[in-house]
């Protein structure tokens, strides 16, 4: 059974919008959460971060957001650019292991 | 560039050959992480070590494959009697102690005929 769903396999955004990413988990035990992104051929790139002790992080375009009672997160970018076209991965830590979603397969249209 | 490395980058065998993959960690991380990934899948975990302790294996990681990390740098995984359902990117990371935020290198593509 999944631990951690991205239940959207594809979202497309126009450039200069708000392209919102989310995921949702069911192990109240994860106390970190992260997003990566990935584009062909490469591995995953590290984005965000946050604890479950917080509620949101930002960093530059990109803040995170944390719904520990509804076992939610979110991914906020903006504005969005073309380069953020990727795959982009939710993944929650216990014990030091990271699991991950399937992903959500970003366009960013012109 | 001191980011995580991994050779080869591709690898085509044959159904029973025995292939081995390694990976070079950043410097100072002295955690190291190997993972599968299939096509529309996210990465899964399949063992860690700690310096050159393997500290935790999944129930993915079949007798077949076996992993190292003798000086506590850089890491191997062999795959002894290749299968078909074997063919998948096989990721390595690396990170500090303490630290979540894992560092992946670009990957090694093996696929199995």
Known sequence: DQQVKQNSPSLSVQEGRI??????????????????????????????????????????RFTVFLNKSAKHL???????QPGDSAVYFCAASENDKIIFGKGTRLHILP | DTGVSQDPRHKITKRGQNVTFRCDPISEHNRLY?????????????????????????????????????KGSFSTLEIQRTEQGDS??????????????QFFGPGTRLTVL
Not at chain 1, 31 to 54: M, N, Q, R, V
Not at chain 2, 88 to 101: G, H, I, T, V
């Open chain 1, 19 to 60: 392209s919102i990413l989310n995921c949702d988990y069911t192990n109240s035990m994860f106390d970190y959460f992260l997003w990566y992104k990935k584009y062909p051929a490469e591995g995953p790139t590290f984005l965000i971060s946050i604890s479950s002790i917080k509620d949101k992080n930002e960093d530059g």
């Open chain 1, 74 to 80: 979110s991914l906020h970018i903006v504005p969005s």
């Open chain 2, 88 to 101: 998948a990117m096989y990721l390595c990371a690396s990170s500090r102690d303490f630290y979540n935020e």
């Open chain 2, 34 to 70: 190997w993972y599968r990934q299939t096509l529309g899948q996210g990465p899964e975990f399949l063992t860690y070590f700690q310096n050159e302790a393997q500290l935790e294996k999944s129930r993915l990681l079949s007798d077949r494959f076996s992993a190292e990390r003798p």
